[in-house]
């Protein structure tokens, strides 16, 4: 019996937002942390900036603001348009998987 399998993500010239991105991203909201939302998903700090950094320029706008450590520590957060960003995206990606069960039903079962 077959199964459906898929990606969906956003695409300007190159990958914009997808799973990935979107999974860091609520990472950061939990933890108040781009490293560890990295770690969390085996992702080198690095990585995940950089990842962040592209976004951001294919975006136009910025998904998090940082601020450095000191001696109250630092952290990082989730800006407004990231905020609305996942929300839309997760809101979509429900709907497509209900749509492309629904087609994959008609076309396969």
């Given at each position: 019996m077959?199964?459906?399998k898929y990606k969906i993500w956003l695409d300007s010239d190159g990958k914009v937002f997808g799973e990935g991105p979107c999974k860091?991203?609520?990472?950061?909201a939990e933890t108040g942390s781009l490293i560890r939302a990295a770690r969390a998903m085996h992702m080198s700090y690095s990585q995940a900036y950089n990842l962040i950094k592209a976004l951001e320029r294919r975006l136009g706008f910025a998904l998090i603001t940082s601020q450095a450590g000191g001696s109250g520590g630092g952290g990082s957060e989730l800006t407004p348009q990231a905020q609305k960003l996942i929300s839309t995206y997760q809101s979509f990606s429900v709907e497509c998987h209900q749509a492309l069960t629904l087609i994959f039903e008609k076309h396969f079962r």
């Open positions: 077959y199964s459906l860091l991203l609520l990472g950061v």
